[in-house]
T-cell receptor, first 114, second 113 residues
Framework: GENVEQHPSTLSVQEGDSAVIKCTYS??????FPWYKQELGKRPQLIID?????GEKKDQRIAVTLNKTAKHFSLHITETQPEDSAVYFC?????????????FGDGTTLTVKP | DAGVTQSPTHLIKTRGQHVTLRCSPI?????VSWYQQVLGQGPQFIFQ???????GRGNFPDRFSARQFPNYSSELNVNALLLGDSALYLC????????????FGSGTRLTVV
């Protein structure tokens, strides 16, 4: 079946440093790759996404890159702040004429130390 | 605008019982997906519904079923509950074209005892 591997499982950085989280997917039909931030006891919230026809997307301090050939995509957070501390999930979604199927990674716990 | 709403927020059931969880999507969203999230893991895809039809199914047993109503709200049903079904059940709605802009509800915390 489809699989998404996410690394690292935990990441600790100093405030102001950059953080990078990487995901590899197996389903070559995946065409949509969102990233979610989940704080303790709360719902996952979409922070950035990228479609398969785009190689990179940036939104302020957050960027995502996609390498379709290698089937991996990465989340980059620059100038990290303590409020960035949370669990981050990547997902690979096969969306085709409303027949979607999504696979999530197991998450990365990011801790930003002040 | 209201976001994705789920009910109930918490639920305790006994092994062998059945449970029905409910989800109302964001207004204008016609696609609803269900996920199971066990503590320490990512959401696991259960079903996707669009226009009242099942469009995707994850690797879950037949004890899990769902349906979508004409107003695009949805129910997830789980029969013959097992202890291992204890989890946070999340509903997500998305724009009419599946696979984009998933927005999650706050989930239903199910505990099976």
């Amino acid at each position: 079946g489809e699989n998404v591997e996410q690394h690292p499982s935990t990441l600790s950085v100093q405030e102001g440093d950059s953080a990078v989280i990487k995901c590899t997917y197996s389903d070559s039909a995946s065409n949509y790759f969102p990233w979610y931030k989940q704080e303790l006891g709360k719902r996952p919230q979409l922070i950035i996404d990228i479609r398969s026809n785009v190689g990179e997307k940036k939104d302020q301090r957050i960027a995502v890159t996609l390498n379709k050939t290698a089937k991996h995509f990465s989340l980059h957070i620059t100038e990290t702040q303590p409020e960035d501390s949370a669990v981050y999930f990547c997902a690979a979604i096969r969306g085709n004429t409303n027949a979607g199927k999504s696979t999530f990674g197991d998450g990365t716990t990011l801790t930003v130390k002040p | 605008d209201a976001g994705v709403t789920q009910s109930p927020t918490h639920l305790i059931k006994t092994r062998g019982q059945h449970v029905t969880l409910r989800c109302s999507p964001i207004s204008g969203h016609k696609s609803v997906s269900w996920y199971q999230q066990v503590l320490g893991q990512g959401p696991q895809f259960i079903f996707q519904y669009y226009e009242k039809e099942e469009r995707g199914r994850g690797n879950f047993p037949d004890r899990f079923s769902a349906r979508q109503f004409p107003n695009y709200s949805s129910e997830l049903n789980v029969n013959a509950l097992l202890l291992g079904d204890s989890a946070l059940y999340l509903c997500a709605s998305s724009l009419p074209r599946a696979g984009y802009g998933y927005t999650f509800g706050s989930g239903t915390r199910l505990t099976v005892v």
